[in-house]
């Protein structure tokens, strides 16, 4: 195979996948929790939520943080931050001054003005683009149905009516080329306990490809996305990482990469389905239900699963574990524990569990997950060691100090090698 660019520092090249278009592949062998490389976001956007308490800038978790001054609504570290975030704050600062609480355009929308603003003030080829330069994000712009158009046409709208008096926009063929770029190569950074804590553009994280059975995982240091094995990795080989969540079975993933990246993943995993009885457990009953019991009670939890994930916007923490506790309910009758519906809903509970500081409601969720997690998911999940976190620090809270160390040191040891980020 022909590469398409000479190979970079750090024994990496793109080069052609069969089958897969560009991609990234190894130069030199890599062991375990090697670090490949790392990309400085070209552009990053902290989440509304985390304001306050995030550097606006480097996304930093810090007290005492400085706000600006005009807007009093963006933090910073100090002046530098300050400075620096400025070229991209300034497309902000007088919006939210003018729009007062009316000012709410989508993490999407904030992100790709940003994309624009970058463009103009460094047309030129950035530190995150070594590998793979924004402007050659694929777009998928002819796979794109109907909904989606409507939905990159609703995001064009909410860029102008938010930011018609700060920026210079490209027609709008551009843009809805550029919203579908967004959505398909954009990041969520999240923290260590893989809270979500805003969004960002990294061009040559984005040249890797998919896999069900990632050979690295992405972590984050602020707005640094670092690329580390997770394997070994030989001489040759591509560098794959995950671009879903991959608790659920395989059937779950690909309709998830089909509807938001426009592909059926060919892994291992998904050939051999070898952790999909396991991860779809059901009971052991003296009376087992019928296969068309079991597909139904699937259907059923998928159907929650979006209930639930719609009703986060607008029920009370109350009525959401409701929703959780019957959903359960319902499912136990034929799931087991252990199976990947079961624990999804559990984790929801725990979340708001977590919201609404009930402790030891939380810990008896995650004592229920952990276990499970770390069968279904693969070795070095961030997934697990964000869940080891989380019970080591409710063990804490709840003055348990054995069972805390233990747990902390579980997350440690994923931590090894997954380089997840500051916390314990």
Request: hydrophobic share 35%; proline share 4%; aromatic share 8%.
């Amino acid at each position: 195979m022909r590469s398409e660019a000479v190979p970079q520092p750090g024994g990496l090249e793109r080069f052609a996948s069969p089958g897969k278009g560009r991609g990234l592949r190894a130069l030199r062998r890599y062991a375990v929790g090697e670090l490949l490389f790392s990309c400085p976001a070209y552009t990053a956007v902290l989440t509304v939520s985390e304001r306050g308490s995030h550097c606006d800038g480097c996304f930093a978790r810090k007290e005492g943080l400085s706000k600006c001054g005009r807007c009093k609504q963006a933090f910073y570290c100090n002046v530098e931050c300050q400075k620096e975030d400025w070229p991209m704050h300034k497309l902000e600062c007088a919006a939210m001054c003018a729009f007062g609480q009316n000012w709410n355009p989508s993490e999407t929308v904030r992100l790709t003005a940003r994309i624009l603003a970058k463009q103009k003030i460094h047309p030129e080829r950035t530190q995150s683009e070594k590998l793979l330069a924004v402007k050659e994000f694929e777009s998928h712009l002819d796979k794109l149905d109907n909904e989606k158009r409507e939905l990159i046409q609703n995001d064009i709208a909410a860029l102008h009516h938010f930011y018609s008096k700060h920026m210079e926009y490209p027609d709008n063929a551009a843009l809805v080329v550029l919203f579908a770029q967004v959505n398909c190569n954009g990041f969520t950074i999240e923290d260590e306990e893989l809270s979500h804590l805003g969004s960002a553009i990294f061009p040559d994280v984005a040249l890797m490809n998919h896999s069900c059975c990632p050979n690295v995982i992405v972590t984050y240091k602020g707005t640094l996305a670092e690329v580390r094995a997770v394997k070994e990795i030989e001489p040759g080989e591509e560098v794959f990482t995950s671009y879903i969540d991959l608790l659920y079975p395989t059937e779950d993933r690909n309709d998830r990469l089909r509807d938001s990246y426009f592909f059926t993943c060919d892994c291992r995993e998904c050939t051999m389905k070898e952790k999909d009885k396991e991860k779809l457990k059901i009971r052991k009953l003296n009376d087992p239900p019928s296969a068309e019991a079991v597909r139904d009670m699937i259907k059923y939890a998928r159907n929650v699963i979006e209930e639930f994930r719609r009703a986060k916007h607008y029920k009370s923490p109350s009525e959401l574990l409701e929703i959780c506790e019957l959903s359960l309910d319902k499912m136990g009758a034929v799931f087991e524990d252990s199976n990947v519906y079961m624990l999804h809903m559990m984790y929801q509970a725990m979340g708001v569990c977590l919201y609404v500081q009930d402790w030891e409601g939380a810990l008896r969720y995650g004592q229920k997950i952990i276990r499970p997690y770390s069968k279904h998911y693969p070795s070095y999940s961030l997934n697990v060691a964000s869940m080891w976190l989380k019970l080591g620090r409710l063990y804490m809270a709840l003055e348990n100090r054995p069972a805390g160390d233990k747990a902390l040191k579980k997350k440690l040891i994923q931590k090894a090698v997954a380089s997840l980020g500051a916390g314990g």
